[in-house]
């Protein structure tokens, strides 16, 4: 279950600021004092603690500074530690983002309050239960003969070339997602859709669902208002794209 109250423990305690996560010096995560110290010196900070998960976790305004720690990417934190570590920082942003967005029932407008069983939220006067919110998303390399195609979007990380990737739409499969996005996107069709794994993101709230498929037909068509460009890069010569610790990474680089 999820409470407002925070456990004392040792290992455990997922400081977040933004989209970075807050370490020691040596890598580790913060102490439970670290973590009791900060609230105390941002009152506003969101906090909640998992039972099940056995973790604390703290958002801290964008503006805390924090001292004798260290502040990295998200993105490089899943890179640098392991998958139970990944999935227990994951967990712990996506909760708290949604923990704090979600204060009242869709239904009746009543406040929710935390379940005692679950980790979930319900309403005291219809006794709905709410879970955790979380949005698939596709994202897809396409492969023609030796290159794979790369985008680089109109309006976020400019600088990147990046796979294809969008939100499931409500009743589409994820395939259906896949080739509806790359043909609104480019302008392509694509075949022989495959997955090849997923991984959460929680910025705020994405499950990224991992997908190759084939060039099929078609010409580039760019969707203007998404996609700045578009090109078919081989593997000697992908040009800047994402980092490592993204699913991305992994598509580009083959390491699925
Ligand atoms: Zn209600």
């Keep these: ?144 003969e030796d290159k794979v195609l790369l985008v680089r979007h109109s309006y976020r990380n400019q600088d990147i070339f990046a796979c294809i990737a969008g939100f499931i739409e409500a009743g589409e499969s994820a395939e259906h997602a896949v080739y509806r996005e790359v043909k609104e996107e480019v302008g392509i069709t694509v075949r022989n859709i495959q997955y090849k794994g ?5 910025f705020p709230d994405q499950l990224m669902l991992a997908y190759t498929a084939d060039y099929d037909s078609g010409e580039f068509s760019l969707q203007k208002e998404e996609i700045a460009e578009a090109g078919w890069f081989s593997k000697e010569n992908i040009p800047a794209s994402p980092k490592p610790g993204s699913v991305a990474y992994r598509l580009i680089h083959n390491l699925f």
């Design 1 to 144: 279950m999820i409470t407002p109250n925070l456990i004392k423990r040792t290992d455990r305690n997922i400081i977040i600021k933004d989209n970075n996560i807050i370490l020691n010096d040596n890598g580790t995560l913060p102490s439970f004092e670290k973590l009791l110290e900060l609230k105390a010196q941002y009152p506003a900070s969101h906090c909640i603690a998992e039972r099940e998960n056995a973790f604390s976790a703290l958002e801290l305004p964008d503006e805390a500074e924090v001292s004798g720690t260290k502040e990295i990417a998200f993105r490089e934190y899943f890179f640098t530690h392991s998958e139970e570590d990944s999935y227990t920082a994951a967990r712990a942003k996506t909760l708290l983002t949604w923990t704090k967005k979600m204060n009242f029932c869709p239904k009746c407008g009543s406040t929710l309050a935390y379940c005692k069983e679950e980790s979930a939220k319900e309403c005291p006067e219809c006794s709905v239960q709410y879970f955790p919110k979380i949005e698939p998303c596709i994202i897809v390399l396409v492969k023609k």
């Design 198 to 202: 997923s991984q959460s993101w929680p």
